[in-house]
């Protein structure tokens, strides 16, 4: 499993030959937001943490609805879970909290792997890229044996107050991360379940958005602006 932003690049002749399918992860793969999940369940075994952020917590919910807002309280929320923890702890412990997550039933959207799989099986260069972590996203994989995928992901470092994210991969940075890693576009393929992907499928020449409400299906086709898919995967 290639982890990190700059593990996707390959060689130009081998780029050239195949096509560039791209995954995000939480939603589409699995159904959850899996850091979100790893952050509730720290802070979960240490209340205290949450002194520290009182002051925001009754923005929270005016907070949540926005890309923006989200992206902001990842970045909080994760130095709130891991404050006092060294690097080496927090790779520990998501690593722990990845693998058993994965093992836990009905977690995989099935028809999703199935996608992949038959993406992979065909050749095609098959790209997870999300704004999760990639030590996270590495166990679940490596946990039920999903392999020959690419991850462009998030970056995260320690530090005194916690780890920090040193690059957040979301939105437009999706797109920006994959031309720094060489990979070529337009990809073939796009799929993803957010509005914040709208740069994400508009840089594949086929989008698709996963499991979208009726509301999110008219919002996401007007937004990415061409021809868009919606797939219904269980």
Known sequence: MNQGILEATAPEAVADAQRVVLFDFDGVIVRHQ???LFIRERIARGRWRLLTVLPLIPFVPLLLPSPAGNRFLARVFLRVATFGRSEAVYRRRAAE??????????????????????????GDRVVIVTGNDPTLIEAILDEV??????LLTSRTRGGLFGMRMTFHNVGKAKVAA?????????AAIAYSDSLSDVPLLRAA?????????????RKAAKAVGKSLEVVHWF
């Open 34 to 36: 899996t850091l979100e």
């Open 97 to 122: 909290f990845g693998r058993t997550y994965a093992r836990r039933p009905g977690v995989f959207l099935r028809d999703a792997v199935a996608t992949m799989r038959r993406h992979v099986d065909a």
């Open 145 to 150: 044996r999903l392999s020959g995928v690419e």
């Open 178 to 186: 994959l031309k720094s890693a060489g990979v070529p576009l337009p």
């Open 205 to 217: 020449e086929t989008a698709f958005i996963v499991n979208p409400t009726p509301k999110l299906a």
